[in-house]
């Protein structure tokens, strides 16, 4: 496995699409751009809402309105909605401080993130012998082909949370799909169609939620009057905010922690090969401040967020260390088991990134850094850990100037998302994808 070495600031290049082909899929079949585009990251801690404007001739998105609203005690739970009513507030509140920032009349498009223990992904593969090797590959083979590898992938996945929840009985829908690869007798192409051969080898990335966590923000949708696009798993939408001019090199782990929950996805040559969540977030950290000093969750959060931004005492900030260190060993143990399951076929990509408002507290880095934790791992390399900026994401471009650190990644993934789905055109392989989706979300 290669793995490509970066400038520490992330500084990518953005490639104009009539120049250079980008492996980036469509994942929406929209029409034509709206006039601006809500982007909704429903945290555990914060409700962000970004305001985007699309422009086509730039091939970027551009950020003109945010609003961020914390959420009341007991509406989220673990990254996942508890209280839809109170979420529904809370969101109407950002939503309506991001429009008013951006002065704009109306909201055409809305995408909205989604988190928990719960949402899944991961990429299945297919080998497929051809019988006729002569004949060219027409859209009705493309289709049968992309259905079994579809049809495979629900059917692990439903197994795969009946074993490790105990329930046979969790409905889950498909809620993202994106091609990672596709090969001929050994042969990478970009689309199988009209190529001859015999031996079809194809990768889909799925991401799945469970039909209760998508229902919730359903009725949040409705109840906010949103045009929804889609529901997008959210370490889905951060992986797939970096581009780099040669994606078939880019291997990297992505870690976004957030309130509830940890996030990580990996991308192995390009293509994402996974995500895996774990309700392991900076809530805890702040839970252990306030048993440990007997203080309120509020002020227990401020300690908190002062350690992390060094605004402590010395001697503050080397006993706040040292009540998280036991923290910090169990949240990396989560880190150790969800990666070891993309080890058992390959090496792990060395390069990692940090996002999300969790990622500040310096104990997390120094855990990822340890030696003694890098040799509990196949590691292509020792790792290499770095924070993902908004300035990393290359086609979104922020003018209200509030959009600074890690922890804003997410939504700006979320408006990336939305922006390439504007922006390509449509390609054969994303429309039977969309179809495909359909199909398995009929026949649940």
Not at 119 to 136: A, D, P, Q
Not at 340 to 351: I, K, Q, V
Request: hydrophobic letters at 40%.
């Amino acid at each position: 496995m290669r793995t490509v070495v970066f400038p520490q600031c992330l500084w990518y290049t953005f490639l104009e699409s009539s120049k250079q082909k980008r492996k980036t899929m469509k994942f929406f079949p929209w029409g034509s751009s709206p006039q601006a585009v809500l982007a909704l990251d429903i945290g555990t801690e914060v409700v962000k809402a970004l305001v985007l404007r699309i422009e086509e001739n730039e091939g970027r998105g551009v950020i003109i309105g945010v609003g961020r609203v914390a959420q009341k005690p007991g509406n989220m739970r673990s990254g996942a909605v508890a209280d839809i009513n109170g979420v529904i507030e809370s969101s109407r509140q950002a939503i309506d401080i991001a429009i008013e920032r951006a002065q704009v009349k109306k909201i055409g498009k809305s995408i909205i993130g989604i988190a928990g223990e719960l949402v899944r992904g991961t990429t299945t593969t297919v080998h497929y012998s051809r019988v006729n090797t002569n004949l060219e590959i027409g859209s009705s083979e493309l289709r049968m082909i992309i259905k079994k590898v579809q049809e495979k992938a629900f059917e692990r996945i439903k197994k795969q949370l009946a074993w490790e929840t105990g329930q046979g009985n969790i409905e889950v829908k498909l809620i993202n799909a994106a091609m990672v690869s596709v090969s001929i007798d050994g042969y990478h192409v970009q689309n199988p169609t009209n190529f001859q051969g015999k031996e079809v080898s194809m990768s889909i990335f799925n991401a799945y939620a469970p039909l209760i966590h998508l229902g919730a923000l359903e009725t949040i949708a409705k109840a906010l009057g949103l045009d929804l696009l889609s529901i997008a798993a959210e370490p889905y939408a951060v992986a797939r905010s970096v581009e780099v001019s040669d994606m078939n090199d880019f291997s990297a782990i992505f870690i976004d922690i957030g309130g509830g929950t940890t996030d990580i996805a990996v991308v192995r040559n390009g293509g994402l090969e996974g995500t895996k969540m774990f309700a392991l977030g900076g809530r805890a950290f702040t839970k252990r401040l306030a048993q440990e000093f007997g203080l309120a969750f509020d002020a227990a959060e401020q300690m908190k967020i002062d350690y992390a931004n060094g605004k402590l005492h010395q001697e503050d900030m080397a006993n706040i260390a040292s009540v998280f260190s036991d923290d910090c060993r169990i949240w990396l143990g989560g880190v150790e088991l969800s990666l070891g399951e993309f080890a058992e076929t390959d090496l792990l990509p060395s390069r990692i990134f940090l996002c999300g408002g969790g990622s500040a507290l310096p104990g997390i880095r120094e855990s990822l850094l340890s030696p003694e934790w890098a040799k509990t791992l196949p590691f292509a390399r020792p790792p290499q850990v770095n924070y993902l900026q908004p300035k990393d994401i290359a086609r979104i471009v922020d003018t209200t100037g509030e959009l600074v650190n890690p922890q804003d990644i997410t939504p700006i993934g979320l408006a990336h998302l939305a922006l390439i789905g504007i922006l390509d055109e449509e390609k054969e392989l994303t429309q039977i994808l969309q179809r495909s989706m359909q199909h398995i979300g009929d026949h649940q």
